[in-house]
């Protein structure tokens, strides 16, 4: 019997990021885990709902044995007994973070002995977690250079707090996992993205995106193509009202650096477009290649990769340092990051080269 592993869910951030990660990776290498002070430092404590959804669903891919699965518990075992592949379809329940849940069952995914297909109910822009077009235009631009191909296909948007996001996801698994070494951004060649608004005016997405222009203009950056995508209320099937934006530089190599921003209540949409080019153009500025909300999502993909990797962060933060320490306590490896916490940086990981025919 393989032994369990213990993981301290207060470390570093001590948020639901290290109980995701912890899930993730044992998932991945068929590792029980034992997972104490769950969200210890939160206002509240332990699990809630949205934490559920993305370990009930990893759980069904792997075939695990889950104690403690109930929302308030500290504490929770996961053990992973055989791979699954095929069909899952998951309510997350209201706003809950759609992509949130991508991020804890991609990487087992990706290892599966066949084809696997999601079909997901929930937020699909929601504050505190990635936008869905993000996970689209993005992540999933890296992912496909490290061999798996994903495919996220958003059907319906849901905002907090009333959610109804409907998002399918498709995945072509591999053997193993490509080593990744992107450090520089390099030439800038196009900057591309996507306003929406929903049961807004649709000036609303209109607005940001002509913002966000206005501003990457000024430092003379070319966007090729802005969507703008609204949703008439007379005609729209989405719960209730939102919009944001995602926008994304490209280099001639094919890399994206990405910048997003919700739009809120009582804030201008001029202001949610120029924010979201701001934000970009400052991770332009550091001249690296992989984004600081990219970079975390992207540690499991890397542990596990056959072979060594190094990439470039605009900027190391606290949720890459709190995914690198769960990553080397449970899968034995050493990854290493140059440059101090809030300023750009390069991560080295030594891949473990795991094979999804590995238990």
């Known amino acids: 019997m393989v032994a369990m592993i213990e993981i301290d869910g207060s470390y570093g951030e001590g948020g639901g990021q290290i109980l995701r990660t912890s899930i993730s990776l044992s998932a991945i290498t068929m590792k029980p885990v034992k997972i104490t002070n769950i969200r210890a430092g939160r206002r509240n404590p332990g699990l809630r709902r ?26 929770i075992e996961f053990i992973p007994r055989t791979r699954q592949s095929g069909e899952f379809s998951y309510d997350v329940g209201t706003a809950g973070s759609i992509s949130l849940i991508l991020q804890a069952v991609l990487p ?31 992540f999933v631009n890296v992912l496909y250079q490290m061999g798996p191909r994903v495919e996220i296909v958003q059907h319906r948007r849901g905002h907090y707090p009333r959610g109804g996001g409907n998002v399918s996801c498709e995945i072509i698994p591999v053997k193993t996992i490509q080593p990744l070494d992107l450090v520089q951004f390099g030439e ?24 966000a222009e ?51 209540r009582g804030k201008r949409a001029e202001l949610v477009g120029a924010e979201s080019a701001q934000h970009l153009l400052s991770e332009l500025s550091t001249e690296m290649a992989i984004d600081s909300h990219l970079s975390d999502m992207l540690v499991p993909y890397l542990a596990i990769a056959s072979g060594r990797s190094r990439i470039g962060v605009t900027k190391l933060t606290s949720h890459l340092e709190t995914n690198i320490r769960v990553a ?17 940086g390069i991560l080295t990981s030594e891949g473990i080269g795991l094979s999804s025919g590995e238990r």
């Open 328 to 344: 080397e306590r449970i899968l034995g490896l050493k990854m290493t990051l140059e440059g101090k916490i809030g300023a750009p």
């Open 50 to 75: 949205q934490h559920m959804a993305g370990i009930k669903l990893t759980a069904q891919l792997v075939d695990a044995s889950v104690k403690g699965l109930e929302v308030g518990s500290t504490e």
């Open 214 to 264: 206005s501003i990457l203009a000024e430092h003379d950056i070319e966007t090729e193509h802005m969507v703008r995508e609204s949703y008439p209320k007379n005609k729209d099937p989405h719960l209730g009202p939102g919009s944001g934006i995602v926008i994304w530089a490209e280099s001639r190599d094919g890399i994206r650096l990405g910048a997003d921003r919700l739009g809120e």
């Open 188 to 211: 800038l060649q196009y900057v591309n993205g996507i306003s929406h608004c929903v049961r807004l005016p649709s000036h609303v997405a209109e607005r940001q995106a002509s913002s």
């Open 108 to 138: 087992p995914a990706v290892l599966s002995p066949d084809p696997v297909s999601f079909n997901f109910r929930g937020g699909t822009d929601v504050a505190w977690s990635p936008p869905i077009d993000y996970m689209r235009n993005l």
